[in-house]
């Protein structure tokens, strides 16, 4: 089966994607296993990977319709933007899908994901997309998440986790890096990272974040983040500064307890960002 190009959510569970502030969500797999695209009100990115079922074979006869596979997208990284009420809980709802491993069921023209516990998702692939290009982005999808083509390509989909951010004046603030801890041991399961840039430039108030990145991770630190703040946001004299967590099921289990602060111009190399376990520095 051939993930690779663009598709748009028909539909989320019980709820019309229609309702999104960008229109209906979509994603573009590419060939170099990332995934991007709009899951309703903000961007999204990350990895994935896809095992074709084992019964797959070129010589079986062709029905117009396969056999289910196994996709498993993560860890996902977005941006950090509010919308209504209707858009957001139907970006909810894609997110949660998106977090777990996915059943692949093929269509004629179609694709569902089904999570392990029924919740799904109907897709199609969008005819308007241009599935050649090196960044999967046509000229609609850069307009449906407000930005140009050119931003786009420099902030977007091209631009790797963990290399160094180099971006325009007017380009979004794109600040990368990995969250890592000493302590050797493993993250539980449906663990979950989140990263936020923060203004804390006001003394007597508290920081005002900017931009987050929340990551369900599936594997050990370090775990790479990339946290987007549109640059609208940013007071001339405002003091960013780098705060990150892991959360598990039962609740907060590490955290970061040191100042990192983050150039405006977005020019600083990608960032270590080391937490403490919260048992050990309660103790």
């Known amino acids: 089966m051939a993930l690779t190009g663009t598709w748009r959510f028909v539909r989320i569970d019980d709820l019309d994607p229609v309702t999104a502030v960008h229109g209906r969500p979509w994603l573009t797999f590419d060939g170099d296993g990332q995934v991007y695209g709009c899951s309703g009100v903000n961007r999204v990115r990350g990895t994935w990977t896809f095992d074709e079922p084992l019964d797959a074979s070129p010589d079986a006869p062709s029905d117009g319709q396969g056999g289910p596979g196994r996709l498993v997208i993560g860890p996902m990284v977005s941006t950090l933007m509010a919308g209504p009420p209707e858009a957001t809980a139907c970006e909810e709802a894609v997110q ?35 599935d050649t290009q090196a960044v999967g982005t046509s000229r609609a999808d850069a307009q449906a998440v407000g930005t140009s083509t050119d931003d786009r390509a420099a902030a977007g989909p091209e631009h790797h986790l963990g290399e160094p951010t180099h971006l325009p004046a007017d380009g979004p603030l794109v600040v990368t890096g990995a969250v890592t801890y000493r302590q050797r041991i493993a993250l539980p399961p449906r663990s979950v990272v989140t990263v936020t840039v923060e203004d804390t430039s006001r003394a007597d108030a508290p920081a005002r974040t900017l931009g987050r990145s929340v990551i369900h991770t599936q594997h050990e630190v370090p775990v790479p983040f990339e946290v987007v703040v549109d640059r609208s946001e940013l007071d001339p004299h405002a003091r960013l500064a780098l705060r990150a967590r892991i959360d598990g099921p039962d609740g907060l289990l590490w955290v970061s307890d040191t100042h990192i602060p983050v150039a405006l111009d977005g020019s600083a190399e990608p960032f270590t960002v080391p937490l403490v376990h919260v048992a050990g520095r309660q103790g």
């Open 96 to 130: 949660r899908l998106l977090a777990v491993p996915l059943t692949v069921r093929e269509g004629v023209d179609d694709v569902e994901l089904v999570a392990d516990d029924g919740r799904a998702a109907r897709l199609v692939r969008d005819p308007h997309a241009d």
